[in-house]
């Protein structure tokens, strides 16, 4: 169920952003002086590119470092009790 709702957010959101390509095609300056000259770009382009950099920004964000999902909530071994 988990993996149906995650497929169909993943849908919407690629169907936003080709809808944002098809009805935004002016182009817009964009200026970030400190790092780059000024650029102008179709909206739809900028737009992609910023939510490609999120998407990118949250995956290192949410990494787990390189742990598997399992190791952490392995149980630990019960030792026989002697007598």
């Not at 000259?37 to 999120?54: D, E, R, S, T, W």
């Amino acid at each position: 169920m988990k993996l149906l709702l995650k497929a169909t957010f993943a849908a919407l959101v690629l169907i936003v952003l080709v809808m944002i390509g098809m009805h935004n095609r002016d182009t817009v300056r964009f200026a970030l002086p400190p790092v780059l000259h000024p650029i102008k770009q179709p909206a739809a382009l900028m737009y992609a590119g910023f939510f490609a950099f999120g998407l990118l920004a949250g995956t290192v964000l949410n990494a787990r470092g390189g742990k598997k999902a399992g190791a952490a909530a392995a149980p630990k071994p019960v030792k026989p009790e002697k007598k």
